[in-house]
């Protein structure tokens, strides 16, 4: 909560469809997409610019475990920063319409980070069978586990 007035100047003047942020009014239609579109550009970007940080140091190694790994956790990281952004939205900017349309965000964050656990997990293990297949010789006959 401390945060939170910090943050809003230290009032919690908020109007039925307004935020009030140092001193000025924001309708929360208004503020609501521009925090979501903010963060969530901020983190793609910043996903960009790691992955291709890792990328250049992948390049440089004899092992494909790191381009593997690269290409299995691009897509839950989007998956997370797109539901993150709905989280945040959730946690520092509380609408005072409607407050029971946000108490399933956290929920839904979980759900969708167990997903894409899981999809990591079942992209990176399908890279390293078709990766290191030609290397062993059960997995060159097998093809896979499915």
Sequence with gaps: MEIYL????GRMDMGMDQIAIFNFRFSTWIL???VYFVWVTFLLFFKTICFKAIKKVAQKTKTQLDDIFVKAADFPLVL???TSGGVIIERMLPVATEA???TYFLVGFKAVTIVAIILFIDKFLNGLIHGYSAKVDILRSSGGIA
């Design 32 to 34: 609501i997409p521009l």
């Design 80 to 82: 997370l920063i797109f």
């Design 100 to 102: 029971q349309l946000t």
């Design 6 to 9: 910090k943050f809003f100047n």
